[in-house]
Each structure stands twice: as structure tokens, then as C-alpha cells.
């Protein structure tokens, strides 16, 4: 299993960024996924999920990104994405790509204890 995520990079609040994640060594159609971040000196954050086609591939964010980030799957191209804007300073981490244990939201929103799978992280940086 690989999870390899792309696309971070240092950006001005208000600003705008879409991660990728590109999957391999799994079914990824049959997977739900998420979106974890942890910030320095932080403990992991769950911010976004989807779940498969067969759930309707809906969508959970955690509070403080609706409105502003937006998950979606690729399944033709293995591929997760967070499309990020109106970026906050509070939204600087490092971000994870992670396959869920069972369909979304998350239990513990606040563990890696939902994920089996997570990738390298790609960071985030919110600076003016």
C-alpha cells in the first residue's frame, strides 16, 4: 500500500491550494478515505472524508474547514483531493492522506486509531 500526497507549499492567508494524494496497492474505489493533519506539537486533526460510490460518495469535513475546503476522488485515476481556500494561519500542518478503517465521519477525530493506511504528509504553510 502507498499513499503519496502532493501539492502543499507556503501560501498568504486567504489563499488558495489543492492536495493530492495518489494511491496504490489497494482497491482504492472500495476505500474510504480521509484527510488528516497535524500541526507542530499537535496531535493528528481529522478534517475531511468521502466515502465510496457505493455510499454515495458523500462527503464530512470537521467544523472549522466547511465552507472553505472541499474533498474529492478520482477513482479512475486512484487519486484524493483537498481543494483548499480562503486559507488561515490556524491551517498550517503537515497533511496526511489516510484510508479509514470503516466508512466516514471518524469516531475519534482526534487519533491515527481510525486510519490503517496513511501516507508521508505534504506541508502547509499559511504565512503572510
Known amino acids: 500500500v502507498q499513499l503519496v500526497e502532493s501539492g502543499g507549499g507556503m501560501v498568504q492567508p486567504g489563499g488558495s491550494l489543492r492536495l493530492s494524494c495518489a494511491a496504490s496497492?489497494?482497491?482504492?474505489?472500495?476505500?474510504?478515505m480521509a484527510w488528516v493533519r497535524q500541526a507542530p506539537g499537535k496531535g493528528p486533526e481529522w478534517v475531511s472524508a468521502?466515502?465510496?460510490?457505493?455510499?454515495?460518495?458523500?462527503?464530512y469535513y470537521t467544523d472549522s474547514v466547511k465552507g472553505r475546503f472541499a474533498i474529492s476522488r478520482d477513482n479512475a485515476k486512484n487519486t484524493l483531493y483537498l481543494q483548499m481556500n480562503s486559507l488561515k494561519p490556524e491551517d498550517t500542518a503537515l497533511y496526511y492522506c489516510?484510508?479509514?478503517?470503516?466508512?466516514?465521519?471518524?469516531?475519534?477525530?482526534?487519533?491515527?486509531?481510525?486510519?490503517?493506511?496513511w501516507g508521508q504528509g505534504t506541508q502547509v504553510t499559511v504565512s503572510s
Open positions: 468521502i466515502n465510496t460510490a457505493v455510499g454515495g460518495d458523500t462527503t
Open positions: 496497492g489497494f482497491t482504492f474505489s472500495d476505500s474510504d
Open positions: 489516510a484510508r479509514m478503517f470503516h466508512p466516514p465521519p471518524p469516531i475519534a477525530t482526534m487519533s491515527w486509531e481510525e486510519y490503517d493506511y
